[in-house]
T-cell receptor
Framework: DSGVTQTPKHLITATGQRVTLRCSPR?????VYWYQQSLDQGLQFLIH???????AKGNILERFSAQQFPDLHSELNLSSLELGDSALYFC????????????FGDGTRLSIL | DQQVKQNSPSLSVQEGRISILNCDYT??????FLWYKKYPAEGPTFLIS?????DKNEDGRFTVFLNKSAKHLSLHIVPSQPGDSAVYFC?????????????FGQGTTLQVKP
C-alpha cells in the first residue's frame, strides 16, 4: 500500500461527458502528479502540483484540467470526452523535492463508450 | 522520440538466479533515475533510485548501476524470487528542470520460474 488513494477505481461513461478523478496523497506529501497510461503508450506525465500551485504541465489536453486543494488532495477533470481518452490515470505523490521518489496510487481506469 | 528505452520486452529467469534488467536513455540532462515494479491492477511501486553523482545504489536484493558515459542503467535482483514476477519500469528525470516530470520506459516483464 503506497498510501496514495485514488477514486473511483473504474469509471465508464460516454463520449462528450465530463468526469472528475480524485487523488489523496500520502500523509505529509506536498507534491501531486498525474500520469496517463494508454494501451499503446507508456506512462505519460500530465501535470504536477506542489502545495496547491501548478508546478509543471506535460502533454495535457486543453479539455483536461486539474487542481490541488488546501487539504492537498487533487482532482483531475476531463471534459468533452473522446474515445481516445480511455486509459488508466495514475496519481503519484512525493515529499516535494525533485530528487525524491514518487509513490503511485492504483489508478482509475476510464472507459469511454 | 523515446528518451528512455527498455529494449527487452520480457525476461525469464530461474528462482535463485540473478535477474538483470536494462534501460538506456538519450537525454544527457537526466540526473535522477528510478525503478518501479508493477503488478496487474495495481499502480507502480517504487523500488530503488539513483542520482547521477553515484554509479551504484543497493537496497537489499536490489542494486541499480548507472553508467553515465553509456547512458545506461541496470537493475540487478539477487536472488530472484517468484514474487518478483512483474513488469519493471525504469524512469528518469532532470532535477534542474524543476518539473518533477518522470519519463518512463515501456517496461520489461520479468518471469521468475520456481
Amino acid at each position: 500500500d503506497s498510501g496514495v488513494t485514488q477514486t473511483p477505481k473504474h469509471l465508464i461513461t460516454a463520449t462528450g461527458q465530463r468526469v472528475t478523478l480524485r487523488c489523496s496523497p500520502r500523509s505529509g506529501d506536498l507534491s501531486v502528479y498525474w500520469y496517463q497510461q494508454s494501451l499503446d503508450q507508456g506512462l505519460q506525465f500530465l501535470i504536477h502540483y506542489y502545495n496547491g500551485e501548478e508546478r509543471a504541465k506535460g502533454n495535457i489536453l486543453e479539455r483536461f484540467s486539474a487542481q490541488q486543494f488546501p487539504d492537498l488532495h487533487s482532482e483531475l477533470n476531463l471534459s468533452s470526452l473522446e474515445l481516445g481518452d480511455s486509459a488508466l490515470y495514475f496519481c503519484a505523490s512525493s515529499v516535494g523535492g525533485e530528487d525524491q521518489p514518487q509513490h503511485f496510487g492504483d489508478g482509475t481506469r476510464l472507459s469511454i463508450l | 522520440d523515446q528518451q528512455v528505452k527498455q529494449n527487452s520486452p520480457s525476461l525469464s529467469v530461474q528462482e535463485g538466479r540473478i535477474s538483470i534488467l536494462n534501460c538506456d536513455y538519450t537525454n544527457s540532462m537526466f540526473d535522477y533515475f528510478l525503478w518501479y515494479k508493477k503488478y496487474p491492477a495495481e499502480g507502480p511501486t517504487f523500488l530503488i533510485s539513483i542520482s547521477s553523482i553515484k554509479d551504484k545504489n543497493e537496497d537489499g536484493r536490489f542494486t541499480v548501476f548507472l553508467n553515465k558515459s553509456a547512458k545506461h542503467l541496470s537493475l540487478h535482483i539477487v536472488p530472484s524470487q517468484p514474487g518478483d514476477s512483474a513488469v519493471y519500469f525504469c524512469a528518469a528525470s532532470a532535477i534542474g528542470s524543476n518539473t518533477g516530470k518522470l519519463i518512463f520506459g515501456q517496461g520489461t516483464t520479468l518471469q521468475v520460474k520456481p
